[in-house]
């Protein structure tokens, strides 16, 4: 067979795997934004049997062949065209899944959909105990994955967290969250003997959801979100769907008393939505158009929530506006309100947590989750575990089970291996930014003309664009020049900070 | 191999299908509701490659296999077990499936997706001729998929009825409607010769969607709409998703001048709602528990529409609630209002039609497409064809094609034979309505007492309860003890216009 012919042939059936993919994107959506409460469990079947179906086609024989068709050619091209990295991408891809076995790819499914239950139901009910047998069986179930998919002496949690961050380890990402761990209490404490401190209650007001909505479309049209190519519903917890080029829908959910909730975590999701929107559309269905890894993912969402939202130029922008839409804003100047945007806390649950303390949430849940995998921490044993490090951290002990271990819904999934994305994506983020600001000039200036363009620019040409050509350490180089490290985050929580509380 | 192990081969098969059209149903929902613009593309492709894998499944050689094997085995159950049932249907469907060349098949979803469009085109730009070439391809397919389907001598047109009315014949509605046609224009004549005339002015007034929402959700769910089980929306054109078991969701549109339009849409809709959820849920997946036809789906949206919607007893009921939603309303008498409701009158339009008028529109399609499938009228022809039809029965010349001969999407889409439903539909529901209350009692006198469960009660057991296990006629039959026949609807036509008309 020539290349040319198997090559199509790939092409052709990884398009048809994402178009079945995309299928489920929409199934998942519509679970969570419109299905009636009687229609869950046909949506379950739905569900499992588009997943059977991309399972087959992930594992097909015939999907084996063709790739060592294709890559017995593979000389003909060089490193980073469009076939060498959609071959690596295919290649990778199909040795993972043929490596777990038939079986134990469906007790996962089930014992994930089965623990999101138990799970929610166990933080409802406040009762870890109902909760830890499905825990414990989910655990040894990815303790198997991780065991097939391991090649040569490496941690099994590596395996895991592959599947989010490929070519990531633990002790790598050991290496950065060490740095970022030490500094983060370093700034902590600072802050927290700085004589300043917010009014959280400047951002407490009426908030009718009618001009919330006015006030976050505005918002996100302004950054660039393209209202014709997606939609904003609401959901009990937000999220992004790229259902397909020309479908990136998002999600939010609204505090009648605090607009700042809805409008920071549309933001948020705006930003996961725009890397979608910017990912190459010629290359749609292959790996060349699509998202490289999660925490690049994450770094798109925490650019636009944080480094843009939450920042003084933004709001030269857009207080103006909020206070037309929540006039009760009026009383209160626009630095008094960002600094109380900005608050830093010691606080219990990771979503609500500020930037500074954020990563500390994720840097424990690392730490718990490598145990765990490892079998040097028992799943019985992890409430303490837990508590232990919650008190070490944050000071605090959690005053139930709900707002202690059972607040993610993470681990109830099987999602080993996750965690660390969030903080890398914030470290990805932090190096972006710098490196736009370098190139572009004073980027709140621009958000202060209400300029976003710019910055959405410079992420489509240097990160949305190269889909997954480079993988996420290869790509921040490519853009940046240098390796990723915890510096550029470090660095931006210093100087905003610092500035914030009066510090320097 | 034994019959059991076929047989359950086959339930799998069939559910899993099922499961498979029932993600279908949920793009094409969404395409209609919620889908951004650019979002079009994609769910085309989405679309063509289920259709595609659907079709693979209904014509898979092993599906043949496993039906002979079962079949073989037929004496072992009675005629109208499940058994017999479903293997009557299973193999119907593949016979006529693998009689279609796969060819013919994908020129045909082509035809009828591209049809669509250059329709719609067509219609908004009211230019017949851009819509010629379209249609005269797709009756060109058809005609080659009826000769497929045709078996033994019968009219080609035949074949194309059986896909929405299987069993049903172009003659054997002829006779029906010939009786229908000669009884509808006797009635027609008296109305018209009548002093009385409604005054539709009456039905107009300022209409907040809001209001119109609120009274909607109070109508339908006291004729039993289950909100736990589906939704209501908005689209351009009303209709219903059955997408699962206890997932049926139903559109409407709202007339900000008028609420009756979104009213009895969304109760016409809710009529086809009540019939999917009350299929037998243990069956779902089989035809077992599957709508028979199209003209008994549209004859539970009819009696709800219009012998119960626009009955003396549902407005004994609802005036009271209307005029508290529609304040206006109260310097109007409930009387003068249902007269104008019901108000017959020859117009352009059949979704605009009164029941009187309605059927006639249906008959002149009838008799368009039998002569189009026939090869007696060519598409160039069909304007002209069809103003004689409208200046005989309608005594009206449309203003435009679009008011016209492109009034309707079903030729664009390939949907010859679906008309005759319509009217078929509308005397069943006739039928299943006279002897309802023949066995209930008055059921008027149930409606101006909020009492609406007795009717779909009845319904539930002598029609959904039954899904495809009796044809249509041998449903009404085993239901109403008679053959169906014009008879009832022409009695119900007489009686409800000549003393809404004061001629009796």
Chains 1, 2 share one sequence.
Not at 43 to 57: C, F, P
Not at 69 to 88: G, H, I, P, T, Y
Not at 397 to 410: T, Y
Request: with cysteine.
């Amino acid at each position: 067979m020539k290349f040319e012919e198997a090559y199509r042939w790939l092409l052709d059936y990884s398009k048809t795997t994402a178009l079945y993919e995309s299928v489920m994107g929409l199934l998942h959506w519509d679970l969570r934004t419109c299905l009636p409460p009687r229609g869950h469990a046909h949506r379950s079947e739905q569900i499992a049997e588009m997943t059977a179906l991309v399972y087959r086609r992930a594992t097909d024989p015939r999907l084996g062949e063709m790739l060592a068709e294709a890559q017995a050619a593979k000389n003909r091209f060089s490193d980073f065209s469009d076939e060498a990295v959609n071959l690596r991408e295919w290649r990778r891809n199909f040795d993972r899944a043929v490596r777990i076995p038939q079986k134990l790819a469906v007790e996962l499914a089930k014992a994930a959909s089965e623990g999101q239950f138990a799970w929610q139901e166990a933080r409802r009910e406040n009762n870890w105990e109902s909760f830890r047998p499905y825990l414990e069986r989910i655990l040894a179930l990815k303790r198997q994955e991780g065991e097939a998919l391991s090649t040569g002496g490496k941690e099994v949690y590596d395996a895991l967290i592959d599947d989010f961050e490929q070519g990531e380890t633990a002790a790598g990402i050991e290496s950065l969250f060490t740095e970022l761990e030490a500094a983060t209490f370093k700034l902590l404490e600072k802050i927290e003997a700085a004589p300043r401190k917010p009014d959280p209650g400047v951002l407490r007001g009426d908030c009718p959801a009618l001009a919330q909505q006015t006030f976050i479309r505005e918002v996100i049209g302004a950054l660039g979100y393209d209202f014709d190519a997606g939609r904003l519903d609401l959901s009990a917890h937000p999220f992004t769907s790229g259902i397909g080029p020309g479908d990136v829908r998002i999600t939010t959910r609204l505090d009648p008393d605090s607009f700042v909730m809805g409008l920071f975590s549309s933001i948020h999701e705006t930003g996961h939505a725009l890397y979608e929107h910017g990912l190459p559309p010629e290359h749609r269905g292959t790996p060349c158009g699509s998202p490289v890894s999660m925490a690049i993912h994450e770094s798109q969402s925490r650019i636009w929530e944080n480094m843009v939202g939450k920042s003084p130029g933004f709001w030269n922008h857009f207080y103006p506006t909020a206070c037309s839409h929540f006039p009760w804003l009026n009383k209160t100047g626009r630095d008094e309100f960002l600094f109380a945007v900005n608050e830093v806390r010691r606080s219990p649950i990771r979503t609500e947590a500020d930037e500074v303390t954020y990563n500390l949430h994720i840097i424990m849940r690392f730490k718990l989750e490598r145990m765990l995998i490892g079998g040097e921490l028992q799943a019985a044993d992890l409430p303490q575990a837990w508590n232990s490090f919650m008190d070490r951290y944050f000071h605090i002990q959690p005053q139930s089970f709900s707002e202690g271990v059972l607040q993610d819904i993470h681990w109830s999934s099987g999602a080993f291996g996750y965690f660390p994305s969030y903080a890398l994506g914030n470290m990805y983020a932090a190096r972006f930014y710098a490196k736009a600001q370098e190139e572009l000039g004073n980027l709140e200036q621009m958000f202060s003309a209400g300029e976003f363009s710019p910055l959405l620019d410079w992420l489509r040409k240097n990160v949305h664009s190269r889909g997954s050509r480079l993988l996420a350490r290869d790509l921040v180089k490519a853009a940046c020049g240098e390796e990723l490290n915890a510096d550029s985050l470090v660095s931006y929580l210093e100087a905003k900070y610092e500035a914030a509380y009066g510090l320097r």
